[in-house]
Antibody, heavy 119, light 108 residues
Framework: QVQLVQSGAEVKKPGASVKVSCKAS????????ISWVRQAPGQGLEWMGW????????NYAQKLQGRVTMTTDTSTSTAYMELRSLRSDDTAVYYC????????????WGQGTLVTVSS | EIVLTQSPGTLSLSPGERATLSCRAS???????LAWYQQKPGQAPRLLIY???SRATGIPDRFSGSGSGTDFTLTISRLEPEDFAVYYC?????????FGGGTKVEIK
């Protein structure tokens, strides 16, 4: 079955960087894109951006431009999201989700990775 | 960007009742590119509906979606105990992709 498995929880200090992984299985990785969505504690869902696993094209949310980088490794069917210059309001659960193009619904989602930013 | 407003914020209903959730967009959603997700505590969201009215694989037929343009509705015909959760709408017709703030369906 189609599955996305994410890396484990992280605790980072303000100003640091975090890199979350998302390993795909059960489908042809390069036939789809991966979006990243985050959810602050008790809050709603925020789309962060999308990457094509076919050619590496990206589309980032404007508010994160310059701080976020999304990449893929097709040899291991894994997507990565790196967020730099972390602030306390970056504390959230980060999800990867499969999509087609950037204009697509998301299905399925990874289990989520909690990133805590605290001094 | 397209802002999605969901109402009500909380819906208090009993099992067996009908639930009607609204999602209104600040501008027309192109090609009815609207999806609905269910999220339970501690879990990732699950896709219910895409294209405004198409049920995702494995979703029971008590869930239905309708609407176009700026007004969309998710209807749960008869609430089952496992349906009490938070529901989000999402538009994916224009960048950036945006989500509504969610509707919590709680047991009355």
């Amino acid at each position: 079955q189609v599955q996305l498995v994410q890396s484990g929880a992280e605790v980072k200090k303000p100003g640091a960087s975090v890199k979350v992984s998302c390993k795909a299985s059960g489908y042809t990785f390069t036939s789809y894109g991966i979006s990243w969505v985050r959810q602050a504690p008790g809050q709603g869902l925020e789309w962060m951006g999308w990457i094509s696993a076919y050619n590496g094209n990206t589309n980032y949310a404007q508010k994160l431009q310059g701080r976020v980088t999304m990449t893929t490794d097709t040899s291991t069917s894994t997507a990565y999201m790196e967020l730099r210059s972390l602030r306390s309001d970056d504390t959230a659960v980060y999800y990867c989700a499969r999509g087609g193009t950037v204009f697509n619904w998301f299905d399925p989602w990874g289990q989520g990775t909690l990133v805590t930013v605290s001094s | 960007e397209i802002v999605l407003t969901q109402s009500p914020g909380t819906l208090s209903l009993s099992p067996g009742e009908r639930a009607t959730l609204s999602c209104r967009a600040s501008q027309s959603v192109s090609s009815s590119y609207l999806a609905w997700y269910q999220q339970k505590p501690g879990q990732a969201p699950r896709l219910l509906i895409y294209g405004a009215s198409s049920r995702a694989t494995g979703i029971p037929d008590r869930f239905s979606g309708s609407g176009s343009g700026t007004d969309f509705t998710l209807t749960i015909s008869r609430l089952e105990p496992e349906d009490f959760a938070v529901y989000y709408c999402q538009q994916y017709g224009s960048s950036p992709v945006t989500f509504g703030g969610g509707t919590k369906v709680e047991i009355k």
